[in-house]
């Protein structure tokens, strides 16, 4: 297309035009920046926050610096572990060590604090380590605890009687699910015993009675040939 200047000049180039696939790039290009600036992202100080809170809430439980730097380096979400200390603690703070030492080693630790709180506090005479075991030993610390509580008071079943019978009841719900494998019959059938060696039957080899030759009669006459 030839474009005329307001002078009445006559311009000798042509309007640029853009590609339908330029065009459809940069619109998708505009959205996505659109987007990107839309979603607000974690500043870094608030992942310093969680390292620093960690660290004091160990120090609070009475936990030694070296290894409250060290459990909060080397934990993903370093303040779910401070706080499974401190909760625990709370129940029996002389026990800080071994505390962070469950905590440290369960996926869920702020479930497992509520574990050991509840079952310590809603039980009698509940040994506070060993209740910490099982807690961490549960893969759902609070519905173990629920168990635990529950059997206690229904029944006459001490505190470490209870966990026992609940960290033992893991795959109570396993003939629920159905399964393609058919049961086996209720009186199976036995195959017959095949004796391993043939039995000795006393056989008699028989002898083979010999033929004896036909021998012609004397009187019988013998044909001529002719």
Do not use: W
């Not at 006559?10 to 600036?37: I, N, Q």
């Not at 399964?179 to 391993?196: D, F, G, K, Q, S």
């Amino acid at each position: 297309m030839i474009r005329q200047s307001p002078f009445g000049c006559h311009l000798g180039f042509k309007e640029p035009t853009l590609s339908p696939y330029f065009k459809f790039c940069a619109s998708h290009l505009a959205v996505a920046s659109l987007l990107a600036l839309a979603i607000p992202s974690r500043p870094a100080s608030a992942a310093v926050t969680d390292y620093q809170v960690c660290a004091a809430e160990l120090l609070r439980a009475n936990i030694a610096p070296e290894l409250a730097t060290q459990a909060c380096a080397e934990a993903l979400y370093p303040k779910d572990v401070s706080r499974c200390v401190l909760r625990i603690s709370t129940v029996t703070p002389t026990i800080s060590d071994q505390a962070l030492a469950a905590c440290r080693r369960v996926r869920r630790p702020v479930e497992m604090a509520n574990c050991v709180f509840y079952i310590s506090n809603r039980t009698q005479n509940s040994e506070v380590l060993s209740v910490i075991d099982n807690c961490r030993r549960s893969l759902l610390p609070v519905r173990f605890a629920e168990c635990v509580i529950g059997l206690n008071r229904a029944t006459d079943l001490s505190s470490a009687r209870a966990m026992e019978t609940c960290i033992g009841a893991v795959d109570y719900a396993r003939d629920l699910a159905p399964t393609l494998v058919p049961p086996p019959p209720p009186n199976p059938t036995l195959p017959p015993n095949v004796p391993e060696t043939i039995p000795d039957l006393n056989l008699t080899p028989v002898t083979p009675t010999p033929l004896t030759p036909i021998v012609p009669d004397a009187t019988t006459p013998t044909p001529s040939n002719r």
